[in-house]
Nanobody, 125 residues
């Protein structure tokens, strides 16, 4: 599956952004989806994940719980990341990723076999 992420930008602390990731090429509904981020000089880290069906099964990094929401619309082949109350520490390149059903766990990048190109999120203080 090919992924195209968008929606990043520059926002002040406390602001909001919504990232989108459109999938093409294979049956989107057969993939669990995740968002990761990578700040300069740091390793890529897990942000949020949602299972193939979407309903009621999301996971979040502790650092974003209560502020970020992951969702998906299988009819539109799209996964979203709504980010509220953004903080300077959220500054990073954000990547969407697809994990085939039955492949490992949501937390580790190595279990995802398709990645979007990344979208920059910058939060100013």
């Amino acid at each position: 599956v090919q992924l195209q992420a968008s929606g990043g930008g520059l926002v002040q602390a406390g602001g909001s952004l919504r990232l989108s990731c459109v999938a093409s090429g294979r049956t989107f509904s057969m993939y669990n989806m995740g968002w990761f981020r990578q700040a300069p000089g740091k390793e890529r880290e897990f942000v949020a994940a949602i299972n193939w069906g979407g309903g009621g099964n999301q996971d979040y990094a502790d650092s974003v719980k209560g502020r970020f929401t992951i969702s998906r619309d299988n009819a539109k082949n799209t996964v979203y990341l709504q980010m509220n109350n953004l903080k300077p520490d959220d500054t990073a390149v954000y990547y969407c990723a697809a994990r085939p059903l039955g492949s490992g766990t949501y937390y580790y990048p190595r279990f995802y076999d398709s990645w979007g190109q990344g979208t920059q999120v910058t939060v100013s203080s």
